[in-house]
Every structure is written in structure tokens, then in C-alpha cells.
Nanobody
Framework: VQLAESGGGSVHTGGSLKLSCVVS????????LGWFRQVPGMERELGAI????????TYADSVKDRFTISQERAKTTLSLEMNSLEFGEAAMYYC????????????????WGKGALVTISS
């Protein structure tokens, strides 16, 4: 199983960044994909900030209308386009897959990438 994030980096407040995640080897045919984040020094947020399940997308209120999640055909690559980034959104961003989800909550068997670091300067 491989989930490998890329695209992290440093931007100024209000800037944009696009994260990508290569997904392969998942042991189930149907699964949810999503992006989670963990602010340094804090617990990883329990729910995804953006999720996609059978082409249906869901967003946390905090990122709605600024972030866009998408996947390429065959679910081999998951992306997260982030616009109007806020200073407090500097975090490690993780790509995750699970065989069961309800909205932004992932259940059952889950797999995680190692994360992509996003730093934001004022």
C-alpha cells in the first residue's frame, strides 16, 4: 500500500498551494479518500478537511469555497488545491484512505501517507 504526498512548501498568507497524493495497492475495491491536517504541537484533527467518495466531495466549513479536492480517473492520484491560505493553516497535511466513511469521518481499515508540510508566513 502506498500513499505518498507531495507539493508541500512555504507560502505567504493568502497564497495558494496544491498537494498531490499517489495512491496504490489498497486492498479494497471501494474506498474513501481524504485530506487531514495536524497543526504542530496539536493532535491531528479527527475529521478530514476534505473528502471524496464515489465522486462526491465533502468539505469542512473552515475550508469550504477555498479548497478543492479532486482525484484522477482510477483514483491513482488525489489532489488538494488550497487557496487563500490563512496563517493558522500551517500544518502537516496527510492523505488517507479508508474502506468506510461518513462525510468527513473515516472508519474501518485506514491507510495514511507520511504527510506534506505546509508553512505559511505573514
Amino acid at each position: 500500500v502506498q500513499l505518498a504526498e507531495s507539493g508541500g512548501g512555504s507560502v505567504h498568507t493568502g497564497g495558494s498551494l496544491k498537494l498531490s497524493c499517489v495512491v496504490s495497492g489498497l486492498p479494497f475495491a471501494d474506498y474513501c479518500l481524504g485530506w487531514f491536517r495536524q497543526v504542530p504541537g496539536m493532535e491531528r484533527e479527527l475529521g478530514a478537511i476534505a473528502g471524496i467518495d464515489s465522486d462526491s466531495t465533502t468539505y469542512a466549513d473552515s475550508v469550504k469555497d477555498r479548497f478543492t479536492i479532486s482525484q484522477e480517473r482510477a483514483k491513482t492520484t488525489l489532489s488538494l488545491e488550497m487557496n487563500s491560505l490563512e496563517f493558522g493553516e500551517a500544518a502537516m497535511y496527510y492523505c488517507a484512505a479508508a474502506n468506510n466513511c461518513f462525510g468527513l469521518e473515516f472508519y474501518g481499515m485506514d491507510y495514511w501517507g507520511k504527510g506534506a508540510l505546509v508553512t505559511i508566513s505573514s
